[in-house]
């Protein structure tokens, strides 16, 4: 059992980097120019893809205020309680 609740830290822990990753990236790629670096958009494309699952539904229900969306932010609080949670 402990082997599980370490694979499921490590995961949570993944995503919340990743989230983390994809809020900086959103920053960095438009301050890159016209033509952003090939691996920087290969990166970019990988953090989306692996982050997209947890960001979009929330992203759906919870409404971006000004320029500012927040559903990174919640979806590392969520799974922060998750963590909490299974006691991992």
């Known amino acids: 059992m402990p082997q599980i609740l370490q694979l499921v830290d490590l995961v949570i822990t993944f995503l919340m980097v990743a989230i ?48 500012f969306d927040f559903s990174p932010l919640l979806a590392i609080i969520i799974l922060s309680v998750i963590k909490r949670a299974v006691g991992a």
Not at 22 to 51: D, E, K, Q, W
Not at 60 to 67: E, H, K, M, N, Y
Request: charged share 10%; net charge positive.
């Open 20 to 67: 983390v990753g994809r809020a900086i990236l959103s920053f960095i790629i438009p301050m890159a120019g016209a033509r952003p670096h090939p691996i920087l958009l290969n990166i970019n494309y990988v953090v989306n893809l692996v982050t997209e699952p947890l960001i979009g539904p929330i992203r759906r229900v919870l409404p971006t205020i000004g320029a």
